[in-house]
């Protein structure tokens, strides 16, 4: 399909959805596979003594510890059969409160950490002994619970480690990270730990962190003297590695170009209301000559004892970009650059490269900043904001990339994004309030750089250099893992070679549309609850010697910005945080653009806008296999876990074509409410019946055309790790698009969506196949993953005039299953991007779509330069 000009704004639906009730849900079906046990008196005789045991050894414990800090429980660690899942939620009730739990692995069954009140062991051990007893239906009593229990201990503080890396040694005194259950314990537990930190010389951070159903805080000691809290009423549910933010490196090759004096006397500057991009990195340059006017003082830091100054570089070079997104163009154009946004900084990064006596933690400095930024100096407020922060770190020593799972840096931005209030207070940081749909933020994160590549790493077996080797090896860094966060990898299209001796030999290492060889990919996440990046962007390439031995980053091959030293003026730059930063430049032009879309729809906005380039498609259809007979689904994952969606530009995010119409949906649904007898059932599905062109579809009868849907809304984080299902899921809720069949009837699609609900009702993307994935390019086992969700129908004209109906309806999370009162009832909101596309140029589809809305169509062509431009193309799959 060819690219067509781009002269119409996309349509921003106002059409009203019809709100349904989903039908009855059926029940759910049977409980775990349990363990026989032919020895019932036995196997509860063992377990119950293996209670006691730790009762008597805590109970000793508990004995030396100060009064004013003594529990009213114990820890116990229940180790389940092998193969034979515990009944998590009966370990969560009765009195017992369900610390944090490990899946099973090869090495070891699962587990489960339960706290015990002295005053429950009684009631606990009677359940025990009831599985010696049967039913009237002649089965054992209390066989959910205690069948699959293998043996029960008294927790030790490696049972509480929640980290893959095994513990470290106990007599090093290091930083450790402790998730705190408030229902533990009646006292709070941070006040606890800060006595016996002062007590016993601990280094304490000044503050914790309340996000979700946790409160974390950090202690520097031996693990030795960390033991002392499991005999305390600040006994920690979980222990994890801390992330602190540490100063960064930036690759800087810079040199003074005059050409910046002539770009200042052309700008025309945003109004200072106008959509703004903050900054969370080293600090800013605030009288650099192009960045200075944007800023209007709105320069801050969070770190004590340091000034808003840039220092280290980094973020004045992500300031650029995001101001000007394309630097380059700007720098070589000859008339007036016209910006529509501004720009924030708020400095969480220490560039003095001195160890801090109370290090500040990833998570605390960006919610103190967002924070810091929303309140303010008195200065001009912009009307819409987005944070970009290309600020990233490995799990751990040894680590490459994350797993997939929260932590506390990421489930902080995804509490941030969901808009949740942050309340800043000296000893801690609460974000613990419902997530109002109205206050939530769009913020962008880089998806994490592969660091240090030599030739050697990205050879295959034939000795030839493959950089997607490595990067499909580099799993993203922590946090882009989040949810609500776009996450923005790295892609090139720059592939010039200095025409000097120097370089004379010397070739790009990769094709011009490929991934830049920056760039980590989710391509080892295979089981992750999310897969990213969403997005790639410009992130520059790297020369490669003739003989193969050398790779060198020159500037030709990197991204022009600003340098912080005012002498010098110019630098380049690269990497993931390159892309962020222009990721971020499109998301204000989106706000700028369209005042009034909310924070999930430009997000949306930017993943529904981006394309594939040749090179992208053709890389995922043949890498690893050489040949391009893979199945779809399995094409699909390769391609979207190395380049998210694609690349998107400013002229695809501005406007639609009379062949290609995107339509904007805004709404809210509510998707739980109590019924009577208590329970929780799903409460609104969306209808939107969709203002097809019907004539034209029926003219292009047999042609075949895209049919493209962006779903995307802000979940609460549930970050402990007490398991991923049901009350214990990560996802407060999950929200699903479903499109009506061609010979489907309404009621019939109602019930599909109904039955499809209840299947999935986890929200761990999931779903049973109730509909054929045929047309669709992912399919929904795959694209139901996080907090977006993408796909494209791809089918014929007469075909799609007959699926008119798109529905919106929510799945479970830890809402629905928690039953939580201040949740249930709460409405979430969701952005619908859809966009309808026909191989013909010459077809007009804006027009009847724009009549049938009440839209005016009026033309008006944009003089805008396009700076990066996927290519649509067909795809064939054997």
Known sequence: MPEPARATPHLVVAWRAATLTPRSEPS???????????????????????????????????????????????????????????????????????????????????DALVWVPFDKVTSFTQRIHAFTEDTDGGNPKQAPLVANMEQIHRALLEHLWQERQDLPPMDEERWWELWFDPRISPTDPVVTLRSLAGERQWRMSDRAIHVGERLVAHVATTGEELTVLLATNACPAEIRRPTFAEGIYAVDRAFRVDLVEDLADRIEHADPQAPAVCILDTGIAQEHSLLKPALHERAYTVLPGSTPADRSGHGTQMAGLALFGDFAAALESKGPVVLSHGLESVKILDDSYVPAKS????????????????????????????????????????????????????????????????????????????????????????AGNVRGAVPDQMRTEEGTLDPLLLSDLSRIEEPAQAHNVLTVGACTHLDTVPDTPLFRGYRPLVVQGGLSPFSRTSVALTNAAITKPDIVLEGGNMLVAPDDSFLDQHEVVSVATTHHDPARQLTWANATSAATAQAAALAATAMSTYPGLRPEAVRALLVHEAQWTPTMVEEGLFKKTGTPRLAKGEVMRQVIRRYGWGVPTAERIRSSASNAVTMIIQNTLVPFKRVKGGQVRLAELKLHELPWPLEQLRELAETTVDLRVTLAYMIEPNPGRRGMLGRYSYASHGLRFAIKGPTESGDAFQRRLAEQAEHESDGIGNPKAFESHSHWLVGPRFRNLGSLHADIWRGSAAELADCGTLAVYPVGGWWKANKRNDRIGLPVSYALLISLRTPEVSTDLYTPIATQLGVPVEVTPHAQTEILDGIPIQMEFG
Do not use: Y
């Open 359 to 446: 290090p500040r933690t990833c998570a605390e400095t960006t919610a103190n900043a967002v924070a810091t930024v929303e309140i303010g100096n008195g200065g001009p407020v912009p009307s819409a904001r987005v944070f970009s922060m290309a600020v990233t770190r490995q799990s751990g020593e040894g680590e490459n990339g994350v797993d997939g799972t929260a932590t506390l840096w990421s489930a902080t931005l995804d509490a941030l994004a969901a808009g949740t209030d942050v309340t800043v207070r000296d000893d801690r940081i609460d974000l613990i309030g419902a997530p109002d749909p109205e206050a939530s933020r769009l913020i962008i994160v880089s």
């Open 28 to 110: 759910g079906g049977g409980g775990p596979d349990l363990a026989q046990r032919e020895d019932r008196h036995g196997h509860a005789a063992a377990l119950v003594d293996g209670l006691e045991k730790a009762e008597r050894e805590s109970a000793q414990l508990i004995h030396e510890t100060p009064d004013a800090f003594q529990p009213d429980g114990f820890a116990v660690r229940i180790e389940a059969a092998r193969d034979h899942p515990l009944s998590l939620e009966r370990l969560d009730g009765s009195g017992l409160t369900l610390m944090s739990s490990h899946p099973q692995t090869d090495d070891a069954p699962q």
